[in-house]
């Protein structure tokens, strides 16, 4: 009996000695190394994304989504991937779903009209910069992008009213004579319409010259 107990403890040492060269698996190692995994990706998704190298940096942030903990984190970071590679179909997905869990986000908001903006979807990117600019009156940002959405949708009065609030507000914003110099080109009516009213000036300054020296009107 003792031959035989110790012949079954040594096959017992053999085999445990087998299992531990083989790796014994600890309770939830699994989970740990999914979760340094998904941790690699972000990093790597992180390095691709300073280097503006975005389509390979989207690959690696949907890798990173596989962690529960990292989802939002990463598909925030995707959806500005997509933004910047100018894939703006998905790039508005996601900023729509980001907004729908912030809708009080300006920063998304903001992200989201630009998308519309970019996708020639100018009616709904206007709507968003209106809304903004009326939450966010002191927001030259805000004011600036409504304006130049309005010179895109051809709506120049529109745009020629924000910019008189831009000048009385913002004096010394730089847009201000970029502004300017675009609706010339592209508004001529309102132009013309600024000429006519010199010359009126004019035509009634000479008036009250003759009006007042009688002598310099003509016999």
């Known amino acids: 009996m003792k031959r035989s107990a110790a012949g079954a403890a040594a096959v017992l040492f053999l085999l445990f000695s087998s299992c531990a060269t083989n790796h014994l698996p600890v309770p939830g190692e699994s989970a740990a190394v999914k979760k340094t995994v998904s941790i690699e990706y972000m990093a790597i998704a992180d390095a691709y994304n300073d280097l503006a190298k975005y389509d390979k940096a989207a690959q690696y ?7 529960k903990k990292l989802y939002w984190s990463a598909y925030y970071k995707l959806g500005r991937c997509y933004a910047m590679s100018k894939n703006w179909t ?39 910069y209106e809304l903004l600019w009326k939450e966010n009156p002191d927001s030259v940002e805000v ?67 003759l009006e007042e020296n009688p002598a310099m009107q003509k016999k």
């Not at 729908?100 to 009616?123: H, Q, T």
């Not at 709506?155 to 847009?175: G, R, V």
């Open 143 to 209: 004011l600036t992008n409504y304006i130049d959405v309005l010179i895109a949708s051809e709506k120049y009065d529109e745009a020629e009213k924000n910019l008189s609030i831009m000048k009385e507000k913002f004096s010394d914003d730089k847009n201000i004579s970029l502004f300017e110099k675009k609706l010339q080109e592209l508004n001529p009516k309102q132009v013309e319409l600024e000429e006519s009213d010199k010359d009126s000036a004019v035509i009634t300054e000479e008036d009250t010259v």
């Open 61 to 67: 942030y949907l890798l990173a989504m596989k962690n």
């Open 90 to 128: 998905e790039a508005r997905k996601i900023y729509s779903t980001l907004l729908k869990r912030d809708p009080d986000n300006v920063s998304i908001k903001m992200s989201l009209a630009y998308i519309y903006a970019m996708e020639g979807k100018l009616k709904s990117a206007e709507s968003i």
